[in-house]
T-cell receptor, first 117, second 113 residues
């Protein structure tokens, strides 16, 4: 059964720092990996999607990498801002052939990020 | 822009009531999903549907059912609500193509008393 782990669970850094959020998954049979942002009490906003054949994706100050063979992804945030404060979730789209709940996303529990002004 | 809407942001129901949570998407997506989110447990897949009238169980389908009579609408049904179904419920949609990303609605916070 696929398990997704995110480290650290919480992170607090001063504004302007570059930071890295980590995500690991146990089963490399994935279609893609998606990073989301969630603000308190709100839904999920998709940040980046990496296909299983890709190594990285970039959007503005965000860069996500994927090493499928080792079951790891990182989300790099450059020049952090207070508006980046949120919970960041990593999710993998499971293979149709992995059995049981053949589609959908498996989520990590998230990293709660606070950027101090 | 893809838009996924959910019928209620907050809902309070009594134990034993039948509860309907509605989700509508406006991008002609084939796939629709229901997740619940709980502190310490994260998001977990309840059910998904890849076409009208088609449904598949996710990881935690017990106590829930779903209905998809039209492509744009996916309903989650709690046949007899219980207190352990108090949670945040999130709906998502995506194209049939597995490489496509999932888009989420704003969520419904359901409290069962």
């Amino acid at each position: 059964k696929q398990e997704v782990t995110q480290i650290p669970a919480a992170l607090s850094v001063p504004e302007g720092e570059n930071l890295v959020l980590n995500c690991s998954f146990t089963d490399s049979a994935i279609y893609n990996l998606q990073w989301f942002r969630q603000d308190p009490g709100k839904g999920l906003t998709s940040l980046l999607l990496i296909q299983s054949s890709q190594r990285e994706q970039t959007s503005g100050r965000l860069n996500a990498s994927l090493d499928k063979s080792s079951g790891r992804s990182t989300l790099y945030i450059a020049a952090s801002q207070p508006g980046d404060s949120a919970t960041y979730l990593c999710a993998v789209r499971r293979s149709m052939y992995s059995g049981g709940g053949a589609d959908g996303l498996t989520f990590g529990k998230g990293t709660h990020l606070i950027i101090q002004p | 822009d893809v838009k996924v809407t959910q019928s209620s942001r907050y809902l309070v129901k009594r134990t034993g009531e039948k509860v309907f949570l509605e989700c509508v998407q406006d991008m002609d997506h084939e796939n629709m999903f229901w997740y619940r989110q709980d502190p310490g447990l994260g998001l977990r897949l309840i059910y998904f549907s890849y076409d009208v009238k088609m449904k598949e169980k996710g990881d935690i389908p017990e106590g829930y059912s779903v209905s998809r009579e039209k492509k744009e609408r996916f309903s989650l049904i709690l046949e007899s609500a219980s207190t352990n179904q108090t949670s945040m419920y999130l709906c998502a949609s995506s194209l049939w193509v597995v490489s496509y990303e999932q888009y989420f609605g704003p969520g419904t916070r359901l409290t069962v008393t």
